[in-house]
């Protein structure tokens, strides 16, 4: 359902659900056929999801990995049973630990050989307290997983990496741009700093693009936590997809992006103009986004 906001948006309607653009099983063309994918946090919030956005988009192989062994294998059954034409492989590893990860990146190149795509979905936000009440080893722990575990894992998975086309997707969140809030210091502060080392990964790591993308507002555990979800806020179904069709990230390969999860949408588009500069992008104050939907 398309919704008009009562507050700025970056494009004139505001979609909360799936819409025929961004689903793959009208529109051909966000296929992923083919695509060896590696997703982060495949067992939790809106892990799963990503999971089986790109299951029914075609991908070929599919390696999730997290802490929790339970949550992913709950995963993999779910995606066996719906979408039979995929596979999927389940590694544990902790992001935050070096040698989890290099024993991991050992793992995808043994399973994958090379990827194609990289979703970095895992996060960490420690108890929303002000930093007078904050535990020392609790407010770093953010840093820990959504710093230094992006660095761990392009640092070990960027060299094989697809010869052509990869693309390694930063799952941020809008919420590092947002005014401050009590309790939100280590959390927003971790998540705008990640998506800084993206721009830079982006440089030292061509030819694969990087790109950080806000999710848009899921009612998972975490945002519970982060944002109080009411029905207040602009809620996106938990199914929203997400972007499949990893070819048409190329507008932000020369930038890094820090996209919302309208851009969703936006991925699906082949259309030149993203790559003619920012009149070609941007009219009025929004993205110049024709709406399919309706």
Not at 252 to 278: M, T
Request: aromatic share 8%; hydrophobic share 40%; proline share 5%.
């Amino acid at each position: 359902m398309a919704n008009q906001l009562s507050f700025p948006s970056f494009t004139r309607v505001w979609h909360n659900k799936i819409y025929p653009t961004i689903d793959p099983s009208q529109n051909p063309s966000i296929a992923a056929i083919g695509k060896k994918v590696v997703i982060s946090g495949g067992g939790s919030g809106i892990g799963p999801h990503i999971v089986k956005a790109f299951a029914a988009a075609g991908a070929l192989r599919i390696v999730i990995f997290g802490r929790r062994i339970e949550t992913l294998k709950r995963t993999q059954e779910e995606v066996k049973r719906e979408f039979p034409g995929t596979e999927v492989d389940v590694l544990v590893a902790d992001i935050a630990d070096e040698p989890s990860v290099c024993k991991l990146a050992a793992d995808i190149k043994r399973l994958h050989g090379t990827w194609d795509v990289f979703v970095s979905n895992a996060g960490y936000s420690p108890e929303l307290l002000s930093v007078t009440d904050s535990i020392t080893s609790e407010w770093f722990k953010a840093f820990d997983v959504n710093v230094k575990g992006n660095f761990f894992l392009v640092r070990e998975v960027a060299p094989f990496a697809a010869a052509t086309g990869a693309v390694f997707v930063h799952v941020s969140s809008g919420a590092c741009h947002a005014l401050p809030r009590p309790g939100h210091s280590a959390y927003c502060a971790a998540k705008l700093a990640s998506t800084k080392i993206m721009e830079h990964f982006q440089r030292e790591c061509s030819p694969i693009r990087f790109t950080s993308i806000h999710p848009g507002i899921i009612p998972t555990e975490m945002a519970n936590t982060l944002f109080k979800v009411s029905k207040a806020l602009p809620i996106d179904d938990d199914k929203l997809n997400f972007i499949n069709k990893m070819d048409d990230w190329g507008f932000l390969k020369e930038k890094n992006s820090k996209s919302s999860g309208g851009l969703r949408s936006l991925g699906c588009e082949q259309r030149s103009r993203f790559c003619q500069g920012p009149d070609a992008v941007v009219q009025q104050g929004r993205w110049r986004v024709e709406d399919e939907s309706k």
